[in-house]
């Protein structure tokens, strides 16, 4: 029986992967990452700079910047991380349709997933931990121990997330959250640098009918194989 373990947790965009993921490690006392906020911080920094827009992104400054550039993540009161860019609290700046409609350009450029990925593979060097993103299975973690590919149906997708922005008195249209998502998943699984992949060891978890508690109650129980095996 092993002790604690790697969970690697990949999947479309807004498919309830990172509830899944804070739910996980909050039951199994493990530290959670959330690879996708710091891919978006990087994109609030290159948007606040000028760098990328509408129809242009300028990757020789964002990757010449890199360097002045730190992620990190501090736990805010509810127990769950925020994230801090340059020592400041963007946690709300970085969940914006405006970085969302940016991010999976800058997740494109090579340079940009090597600084991350360095990083992220440092937070879960211990064991302990669920991470979830696009490549936490392929390439972030290959060996981890469990490796679940969440998806779900587009429109519910769509529906949750665009519920989650109204919610946080975003003023968004339900249109152009499916766009979005539609742009990124595009965006995401076609690039040519760690493209999201279903990796074959990979569990896949639909869960466009399961509530939070049900989604947890089936991931529970494949950290119980994985502990096991
Ligand atoms: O929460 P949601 O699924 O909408 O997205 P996210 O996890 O916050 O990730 C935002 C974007 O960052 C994705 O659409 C990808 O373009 C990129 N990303 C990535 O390339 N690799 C990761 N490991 C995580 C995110």
């Given at each position: 029986m092993k002790d604690k373990i790697t969970i690697a947790i990949d999947g479309w965009s807004s498919c309830g992967k990172s509830t899944l993921a804070k739910a996980l490690a909050k039951s199994l006392n493990y530290i959670y990452v959330d690879s996708g906020a710091m891919y978006r911080?990087?994109?609030?920094?290159?948007?606040?700079?000028g760098w990328v827009g509408e129809n242009a992104i300028d990757q020789e400054e964002i990757v010449r910047s890199l360097n002045h550039i730190s992620i990190s993540f501090e736990q805010?009161?509810?127990?769950?991380?925020?994230?801090?860019?340059?020592g400041e609290n963007v946690e709300s700046k970085i969940r914006?349709?405006?970085?969302?409609?940016?991010v999976s350009?800058?997740?494109?450029?090579?340079?940009?997933?090597?600084?991350l990925v360095d990083q992220q593979r440092k937070m879960g060097e211990e064991g302990g931990v669920v991470m979830d993103g696009r490549d936490i299975?392929?390439?972030?973690?290959?060996?981890?121990?469990?490796?679940?590919?969440?998806?779900?149906?587009?429109?519910?997708?769509?529906?949750?997330?665009?519920?989650?922005?109204?919610?946080?008195?975003q003023d968004v249209e339900l249109a152009d959250v499916r766009k979005n998502l539609k742009e990124r998943d595009h965006l995401d699984t076609t690039r040519d640098e760690s493209p999201l992949i279903q990796t074959e060891d990979a569990i896949i978890l639909d869960n466009s009918n399961l509530d939070q508690s049900e989604q947890l109650e089936v991931a529970l129980d494949h950290v119980k194989n994985a502990l096991a095996s």
């Open positions: 911080g990087v994109t609030l920094y290159a948007l606040r700079k805010n009161k509810n127990g769950t991380p925020d994230l801090l860019l340059n914006t349709l405006e970085v969302s409609n940016q350009k800058v997740a494109a450029i090579k340079e940009v997933r090597t600084f299975g392929s390439v972030v973690f290959p060996n981890a121990e469990l490796k679940l590919f969440v998806t779900a149906d587009p429109d519910i997708r769509a529906k949750r997330r665009f519920d989650e922005l109204v919610s946080k008195g």
